[in-house]
């Protein structure tokens, strides 16, 4: 005989496809080259009260710097910075329109850069329907959902970032490994240039003793 199945377990698949069809903030994120002497710019459109976020890093090239600044709808900079690493942006539209970021590397001549960036508009919604007008306090599986998506999101983040360190990593030992090839190839040249001058002048000696 079947027992009776409590009311938390039967609304355990209901919570779980509310947490993985939880929305995300609407935005970009994208990794791209940037040459020399060179600037790129993108677009979004923002409303008017809306909070958005600008995360950046200079994955390869250089001093892994890189000039940023965005423009608001009407033209104003509302942030700026120069040769930067790696920086993060927070503000909230006080017009709507279209906000205009630039990344630039117009002050290098021969350093060519990939860059990432991160733009996310907008506050995350509640992953609960009514979570934001109830007044009852989370059942134990409600709240089981909201620390597994806070978990998960932690999880999220520190991906991206250790991916990123990892692609500098490997950028930096490969630009390594380049410079003590080409260093082992210009020893080794430098090794038989020697050894073939001195092989001549052994040779040239040996022939004016006779």
């Not at 459109?45 to 710097?65: A, N, R």
């Not at 942006?89 to 630039?102: I, L, N, P, S």
Request: with cysteine; hydrophobic share 35%; net charge negative.
């Amino acid at each position: 005989m079947g027992g009776v199945v409590p009311r938390s377990v039967s609304a355990l698949p209901l919570l779980l496809l509310l947490l993985l069809q939880a929305e995300r903030p609407r935005g970009a994120e994208l990794t791209f080259e940037l040459p020399d002497n060179a600037k790129q710019c993108f677009h979004e459109e923002v409303e008017q009260g809306v909070k958005f976020s600008l995360d950046y890093q200079v994955i390869t090239g250089g001093h892994y710097d890189v000039d940023c600044f965005m423009k608001d709808p009407l033209g104003n900079t509302i942030y700026s910075e120069t040769k930067k690493q790696y920086d993060s942006f927070t503000h909230k539209a006080e017009v709507k329109g279209v906000y205009q970021f630039c990344f630039s590397n117009e002050f290098s001549t021969f350093s060519h850069k990939t860059v990432y960036f991160d733009f996310q508009v907008g506050d995350e919604p509640p992953i609960l329907p009514d979570m934001g007008n109830r007044v009852t306090a989370l059942t134990q599986m409600e709240s089981a959902c909201v620390t597994i998506h806070e978990a998960l999101k932690t999880v999220i983040d520190s991906q991206k970032h250790y991916r990123l360190r990892e692609a500098q990593d490997r950028a930096r030992a490969e630009d390594l490994n380049s410079r003590v090839s080409y260093w082992s190839i210009g020893e080794t040249i430098a090794l038989f240039v020697v050894s073939f001058s001195q092989g001549l002048r052994t040779e040239n000696a040996k022939t004016e003793q006779y």
